[in-house]
């Protein structure tokens, strides 16, 4: 994966909460937990479980996940 954001925090994913109108996805960076706030069709298109390995990719004010593939 290449992307321009350069805060790229690579952990894995440790839960996946829905809500009404996003999902949090909590991820375990080196000890610590970054939660994204994403869409629930992000959350499916990406493929995201618990336990899978993800960058946490931060712009500004907000979290993104990037996958390989």
């Known amino acids: ?3 321009s954001a350069r805060n790229q925090l690579k952990g894995k994913i440790v839960s996946i909460k829905p809500g009404v109108t996003t ?3 909590k991820i375990d960076v080196g000890g610590q937990i970054v939660t994204a706030a994403i869409t629930a069709e992000a ?3 990406l493929g995201l479980k618990p336990g899978m390995e993800v ?5 500004a004010s907000d979290v993104m996940i990037g996958v390989d593939g």
Request: aromatic content about 0%.
């Open 23 to 25: 999902t949090h996805v």
């Open 55 to 59: 960058s946490a990719i931060v712009k």
């Open 43 to 45: 959350v499916e298109e």
């Open 1 to 3: 994966m290449k992307i």
